[in-house]
C-alpha cells in the first residue's frame, strides 16, 4: 500500500521484555490501538523506536510481524538512519525485500555531510531501490539541514516524495509551499508545533504522543482539515504539556511511560538508555496523570469518507 502522505503517522516505540529482546506482542497492541482511532500510516525503527539498539534481523522481524498484522489497511514505513552510504543502500533494499511500503530517511548519521554529499546519500538510496521515500529534515538534532537548493535537486528524483519537517521552524512550511507547491507532501515532525504546521499547509504529522493518545492526535489533525481551528485549538491546549515530553533527550522513556499510562505500551527501554527515576519521574508521570485527570470528550470527526 503506497503512502499517500496525509494523516497522522505514528513514529512507533519498540516494545521490549524485561530482557531486551523484542515483544512483538506488545507491538502489535499498540498498533491495533493506533489503527482503531484512525491513524493513516506508521513509522517503524525510527529514534523513537530505538533504532541505533536494533539490528538488520530485528528491524526486518519487526517490520515483517507488523505488516502481516496491518495485512494492507495502512502503509508502513522503515526508517533508514545509517553512517555509510553502502549500510543505507543495503537497509533500503532489505526494507523493500521484505515489504515495506516505503522509507522514511535520515541523511548520513554521525559524519556532518555537506550539501554536494547529502544529495549523493539520498540518489544512492533512491536509485538503489523502487520505494517511495520521506526525508527527514532535523538539523536541530542530526546537525545537517535539507535546505530549498538541496530539495531542487532531490525533487528530481521520482521517488523522494515527502519531507519530515522537524527543523523547529514553522516558517519552513511556508518557504516549501511557495518552492515547490504540492510538488512535495510535507509531515510536521515536532509534536509541539503540529497544529502550526497543519494550519500553515502541512499535509500530516509524524507524530510522538500518539503512541500513548492516538485518538487526541488524528482528531487535532482532522480538525484542522476540517477548519475547525477552535475546537482542534482546545484539545492542543490540553495536549501540550504532553508533546513537550516529545522534545526531550529522553523521550523514549517519556513517551513509553505515557503508553503504560493509557494501556497500550509496556516502559522497558534497551541501554544504554534506563527507566526514568527519581525527580525525573515524578515530574514526567505527574504530567501525564494531570493529562488523564483532565482528559477532554473528543468531538465528532466524521467527514462522511
Given at each position: ?5 496525509k494523516g497522522v503517522y505514528p513514529a512507533l516505540t519498540t516494545k521490549f ?239 513509553k511511560l505515557a503508553e503504560v499510562a493509557t494501556g497500550i505500551g509496556t ?39
Open positions: 500500500m503506497k503512502p499517500e502522505w521484555t524485561e530482557d531486551y529482546e523484542l515483544d512483538i506482542s506488545s507491538c502489535i497492541k499498540n498498533v491495533e490501538a493506533q489503527i482503531k482511532a484512525g491513524i493513516h500510516g506508521c513509522v517503524i525503527a525510527g529514534s523513537l523506536g530505538e533504532a541505533s539498539t536494533l539490528d538488520q534481523n530485528e528491524k526486518i522481524l519487526l517490520l515483517k510481524e507488523i505488516l502481516s498484522y496491518i495485512n494492507g489497511r495502512i502503509p508502513v514505513l522503515m526508517n533508514i538512519a545509517e553512517q555509510s552510504t553502502k549500510h543505507a543502500v543495503k537497509a533500503a533494499q532489505n526494507a523493500e525485500d521484505s515489504g515495506a511500503d516505503g522509507l522514511m530517511m535520515l541523511p548520513p548519521m554521525r559524519y556532518v555531510s555537506d550539501h554536494r554529499e547529502t544529495i549523493e546519500f539520498y540518489k544512492a538510496v533512491a536509485s538503489s531501490c523502487g520505494l517511495p521515500i520521506m526525508t527527514y529534515n532535523n538539523p536541530y538534532d542530526y546537525k545537517i539541514e535539507i535546505t530549498i537548493s538541496m530539495f531542487e535537486e532531490l525533487l528530481k528524483i521520482d521517488n523522494i516524495q515527502a519531507t519530515k519537517e522537524s527543523t523547529r521552524d514553522v516558517t519552513n512550511v511556508t518557504r516549501m509551499r511557495n518552492a515547490f507547491g504540492n510538488d512535495i507532501k510535507i509531515l510536521c515532525g515536532v509534536d509541539t508545533l503540529a497544529l502550526e504546521e497543519l494550519v500553515l499547509g502541512a499535509d500530516g504529522w509524524v507524530a510522538g504522543l500518539v503512541d500513548a493518545f492516538p485518538r487526541e492526535t488524528v482528531v487535532i489533525y482532522e480538525l484542522v482539515k476540517q477548519n475547525r481551528i477552535a475546537e482542534a485549538t482546545e484539545i492542543y491546549r490540553w495536549f501540550m504539556p504532553l508533546l513537550e515530553l516529545d522534545i526531550h533527550p529522553k523521550l523514549v522513556q517519556n513517551i516502559e522497558h527501554v534497551r541501554p544504554p538508555r534506563l527507566p526514568l527515576i527519581g525527580k525525573e519521574r515524578a515530574y514526567v508521570q505527574t504530567v501525564i496523570n494531570n493529562a488523564l485527570a483532565n482528559r477532554p470528550e473528543m468531538p465528532n470527526i466524521d467527514n462522511g469518507d
